[in-house]
């Protein structure tokens, strides 16, 4: 019996030990700045960490008011002893003075070094909960990545300008150094220089007396001293010089900076004309095709638009012959559609407010690899959410409606995946389908199509861009994006290659859904081109 109660015991434990595992793992996986949706917790952990250091101030300066009573209290017992004729004369006076230098100062020491209430306890409580530095490189890479794309200047960013439409926001000199220090940790030297010389851009020596900045700050003099040393990595010595001698005049006593300058100003004198310049990782062509320059929906490369028109479609379900779906034929090859009024908005609205408190960080699989395991993806900044097709009655109307509008089999797609994108929101370019041509005719299913539900509006930024094909569609709330990743004979369609463009403002909550290839015999069956395309089930059908 003894035997049969240990063995117990040791399973509850083994559960209780996986379960706290998988709860550290959830709570470690966070990442606030992957999805906007829990922003909001964000500001309410910090009313609650300002309401408590509130009380700490109020207790703080009651102790504040007891300690100058008793100065007061001391100073006058001292003058009056010192204008006392019989000084100490009275044994009284003595006794009252012995009493008090062997007791009172004690009694002070203890109430001095006592902590002031619990609010010192409770703000140690609440750090597990505050954001970790990989937030921080979440944000800052978000930042960097919207600059990049949209081609935007790091002076405008600070001062609220984004893409051309100001906004009443700004960066503190302190964002622009910390922004500043994670583009020299990369090696992005001209980047850096950029976002330095915007931090002196915008400081104002009053703006400093605000929060931790009095006592963190940057000063001014920090800033030109980093600028100096981001120049130095570019062989701008003169610059350079100049930057190190603006710190110098703005704080003559710091002998870190005058060494430095010293050091500097050694180096330019006997600088070789062939050393080396520190390369830089970010105009790399690789850099430029996972954030194209189109993404702005501005490029002026021409677009064939012949056969591209607008129709209702009414041939792909005879449901449709009664409520026939808007429908724009974005490309022919390969094949893009935009469905109008997919979904409502009541249930748009009932999909995000449903999947809020369910979201993690969105992971990637490489289904060739070996292990196929998920991992929490780093060029893909969101959070998601699975669904089963038959999860609830919206998702089981939104999956009949799909298939009514592509005439593909629903029996055979993944589930549904709610994405809600984070600051500068993005998903560098990539095809959706798993497989490699010389893997997907195994037997193993790939992603014949992708469907992109827009949930909701976006106010700037967060278009879905296909280099390629010089196509970028903006969300429409309500519509949903269409396009085959394999063509008519089953092999890759390389040009639906696309992206996520960041989202620069607001908030772009999609869902996705991919149709598998087997399954789709009947509905999408293998032709020799796509002038027989017409001929299908499927919404080629729409084609004249």
Not at 41 to 46: F, G, M, P, V
Not at 133 to 149: H, L, N, P, V
């Amino acid at each position: 019996m003894l035997f049969w109660r240990l063995v117990v015991l040791g399973l509850l434990l083994l559960f209780l030990s996986l379960s706290f595992g998988q709860w550290q793992e959830k709570d470690a996986q966070k990442r606030y700045s992957r999805s906007v949706v829990n922003m909001d917790d964000l500001l309410n952990i910090e009313g609650d960490l300002v309401s408590n250091v509130e009380k700490l101030a109020a207790a703080l300066s009651q102790k504040a008011k007891t300690i100058k009573w008793g100065v007061f209290k001391m100073m006058k017992r001292r003058q009056k002893y010192k204008t006392s004729r019989e000084l100490f004369a009275n044994p009284i006076d003595s006794f009252s003075l012995v009493r008090h230098m062997q007791s009172d100062w004690l009694m002070w020491l203890v109430y001095l070094e006592k902590p002031v209430g619990k609010e010192l306890a409770y703000l140690h409580s609440r750090m597990p909960l505050l954001p970790k530095y990989s937030d921080f490189m979440d944000a800052a890479e978000g930042i960097r990545k919207m600059q990049a794309t949209y081609q935007m200047f790091a002076s405008d960013i600070a001062k609220g300008l984004l893409d051309g439409v100001q906004y009443n926001s700004s960066l503190k000199p302190i964002d622009c150094l910390a922004m500043g220090h994670h583009l020299m940790n990369d090696s992005r030297w001209s980047a850096a220089e950029q976002w330095i010389s915007a931090g002196i851009e915008v400081h104002d020596g009053k703006s400093f007396q605000m929060e931790m900045e009095l006592l963190r700050g940057p000063k001014v003099a920090d800033l030109c001293r980093t600028l100096g040393q981001v120049q130095m990595k570019q062989r701008n010595h003169e610059a350079a010089l100049q930057a190190y001698q603006l710190a110098l005049k703005l704080s003559p006593h710091d002998s870190e900076i005058f060494a430095e300058y010293r050091m500097l100003e050694q180096r330019y004198l006997t600088l070789s004309s062939i050393e080396p310049i520190e390369q830089e990782d970010e105009d790399s062509d690789g850099e430029s095709l996972l954030f194209p320059p189109c993404c702005s929906g501005r490029c002026e490369v021409s677009r064939n638009l012949t056969g591209l028109y607008c129709v209702y479609n009414h041939v792909t379900s005879p449901f449709l012959q009664l409520a026939p779906i808007k429908t724009e034929i974005l490309s022919i090859d390969p094949f893009v559609l935009l469905f109008h009024d997919m979904i409502s908005q009541k249930e748009s609205t009932l999909i995000r407010s449903s999947s809020k408190e369910h979201m993690l960080p969105s992971a990637t699989t490489d289904v060739d690899a070996s292990g196929s395991e998920d991992h929490v993806a780093t060029f893909r900044t969101s959070k998601s959410v699975w669904y089963s097709s038959n999860s609830n009655d919206t998702t089981k109307r939104i999956t009949e409606r799909l298939g009514d509008a592509t005439g593909l089999d629903m029996n055979f797609t993944e589930y549904f995946q709610v994405i809600n994108y984070g600051l500068g929101g993005f998903f560098e370019t990539h095809l959706d389908m798993l497989l490699s041509d010389r893997t997907r005719f195994n037997g193993t299913r790939d992603r014949l199509a992708t469907t992109l539900f827009y949930l909701n509006e976006v106010r700037q930024g967060g278009g879905t861009h296909f280099p390629r094909l010089n196509l970028t569609v903006f969300p429409q709330p309500g519509s949903a994006l269409f396009w085959y990743n394999l063509d008519t004979r089953g092999n890759d369609h390389s040009s639906t290659l696309h992206t996520g463009c960041p989202v620069i403002v607001g908030s772009k909550w999609v869902m996705s859904k991919w149709v598998e290839d087997a399954g789709q015999e009947f509905k999408r069956p293998c032709v020799d081109s796509s002038s027989s395309t017409k001929e299908l089930p499927s919404a080629e059908r729409l084609l004249i």
